[in-house]
């Protein structure tokens, strides 16, 4: 499965922005996906994950702000941000799981339940 993530920017707060994941592979709807962000000098956190359109899960710090969306007919996952904030700045991964279920919302903050990973794209957000 290769991942292709696209969509970063430079902004200023209080704007918005859609990032993309395009995935390969003939069994997409079969993939947990999630956003994981990795802002300099720290660690990897995770952002959002979904799997069908019903079973999403969302970091504190971006509940009510960011919404994760998917479009099987497109191999393609989406993270829309709006209301962003300097903090949000960082580098963004999309990941995948492959699985026959939802395995619980603790089970996709975790990055190392990814199978796979694409490259990042840089949001930066200005005050």
């Known amino acids: 499965v290769q991942l292709q993530a696209s969509g970063g920017g430079l902004v200023q707060a209080g704007a918005s922005l859609r990032l993309s994941c395009a995935a390969s592979?003939?069994?997409?709807?079969?993939?947990?996906m999630g956003w994981f962000r990795q802002a300099p000098g720290k660690e990897r956190e995770f952002v959002a994950a979904?799997?069908?359109?019903?079973?999403?899960v969302y970091a504190d710090s971006v509940k009510g702000r960011f919404t994760i969306s998917r479009d099987n007919a497109k191999n393609t996952v989406y993270l829309q941000m709006n209301s962003l904030k300097p903090e949000d700045t960082a580098v963004y991964y999309c990941?995948?799981?492959?699985?026959?279920?939802?395995?619980?919302?603790?089970?996709?903050?975790?990055?190392?339940?990814?199978?796979?990973w694409g490259q990042g794209t840089l949001v930066t957000v200005s005050s």
């Open positions: 990941a995948a799981r492959i699985t026959s279920s939802w395995l619980g919302s603790y089970y996709y903050q975790a990055s190392g339940n990814y199978n796979f």
């Open positions: 592979g003939r069994t997409f709807s079969s993939y947990a």
């Open positions: 979904i799997y069908s359109g019903a079973s999403t």
